[in-house]
């Protein structure tokens, strides 16, 4: 079976370790940083490198989840979230660019994407200015 998921991050493709439980608070700031840049997938149980080590339980639930960013984000950001089958189970979160302003996290931050200087991507604050 060819593998569906990316191997290499990119503007719209991020990957997170979920061995450990990937954070909330810091799961909810690459949501809002995908909304206020173009939009993109997340996905929890993938390595930096593209190696597939799997979703915690903790976030196997993708209707809980899905639920749970939007109760955190503001305003709520609706996200599609599935398990994907590959070598192990992966949790894909797509997130819609955001046209109505800005898309901020519930305790207040805002944040984007950008490309590094070395081609990797990375999350950096939004700032009124």
């Known amino acids: 079976m060819a593998r569906t998921i990316p191997v290499k991050e990119t503007l719209t493709v991020e990957?997170?370790?979920?061995?450990?439980?990937?954070?909330?608070?810091?799961l909810f700031e690459d949501i809002v940083a995908f909304a206020?840049?173009?939009?993109?997938?997340?996905?929890?149980?993938?390595?930096?490198?593209?190696?597939?080590t799997g979703v915690h339980p903790g976030h196997s639930n993708p209707i809980t989840l899905s639920a749970y960013i939007a109760n955190n984000t503001v305003p709520p950001?609706?996200?599609?979230?599935?398990?994907?089958?590959e070598e192990t189970p992966?949790?894909?979160i797509t997130?819609?660019?955001?046209?109505?302003?800005?898309?901020?996290?519930?305790?207040?931050?805002?944040?984007?994407?950008?490309?590094?200087?070395?081609?990797?991507p990375e999350n950096i604050p939004m700032y009124p200015t």
């Open 90 to 92: 992966v949790l894909k």
């Open 77 to 85: 950001i609706s996200t599609r979230c599935e398990i994907i089958d």
């Open 15 to 26: 990957f997170k370790s979920d061995l450990k439980k990937y954070g909330d608070a810091d």
């Open 95 to 120: 997130v819609p660019k955001f046209y109505g302003g800005i898309a901020a996290t519930r305790s207040g931050k805002m944040l984007r994407r950008r490309i590094k200087i070395d081609g990797t």
């Open 36 to 52: 206020n840049t173009d939009g993109g997938d997340l996905f929890l149980g993938v390595e930096d490198d593209g190696t597939i």
